[in-house]
């Protein structure tokens, strides 16, 4: 994290972490006081369990922490890799 504190905003592409300690890319599509919903595409594991090949691809959901997630693109524009935190929402 390079410290820079900026506000996230629907649409934004982003890096979601995983349990595994991996992140995978997602998008904002619901945004809270200190949170965010991101939707995202399954991988081979989900909840560190695999998953069946009939279900990889498939879009979930999972509500992160803004202080977690990293903003890799806003909207349809490519952007320097950034933290975003609930304290640039106030």
Known sequence: MDGVVREGKIGDKVLVPRTGGSTTLGTIIEMYYDSATVRFQLGDTYRGRHVSKKLQDS??????????????EEGNKPCQSRSISWKSRM
């Open 59 to 72: 879009w979930v959901f999972k509500t992160v922490k803004l202080s977690e997630l990293q903003v890799i």
